[in-house]
């Protein structure tokens, strides 16, 4: 079983920052794509960014030069740097892991959500 705990959420003003964290723990032999998901209140989830083990990175288009993802491969966490943060970006954020476990077995795990709000 793979683990993720989330952190960095939070109250915001617009055109302020924030930056997740979602740390993988558990019997994990490797990771291959990091990503963070996003769903507001009567809204379809929807991919935010994803970066992959080479780094290669993809983000929504709405998020596109605000957004930042990376990845700590040594401590099997990623992270969203949020800037320029707009209300429209308020939502439950989600980090999404996929990779192998130690047996050899594909994982693909997702975190229990932090609420990110943006207003005045």
């Known amino acids: 079983q793979v683990l993720l705990v989330e952190s960095g959420g939070g109250l915001v003003q617009p055109g302020g920052s924030l930056r997740l964290s979602c740390a993988a723990s558990g019997s994990i032999f490797s990771i291959n794509t990091m990503g963070w998901y996003r769903q507001a209140p009567g809204k379809q989830r929807e991919l935010v960014a994803a970066?992959?083990?080479?780094?290669?990175?993809n983000y929504a288009d709405s998020v596109k030069g605000r957004f930042t993802i990376s990845r700590d491969n040594a401590k099997n966490t990623v992270y969203l740097q949020m800037n320029t943060l707009k209300p429209e970006d308020t939502a439950v954020y989600y980090c999404?892991?996929?990779?192998?476990?130690?047996?050899?077995?594909?994982?693909?795990?997702w975190g229990q959500g932090t609420q990110v709000t943006v207003s005045s």
């Open positions: 970066i992959t083990s080479g780094s290669s990175t």
């Open positions: 999404n892991v996929v990779g192998l476990m130690a047996t050899m077995k594909i994982f693909d795990s």
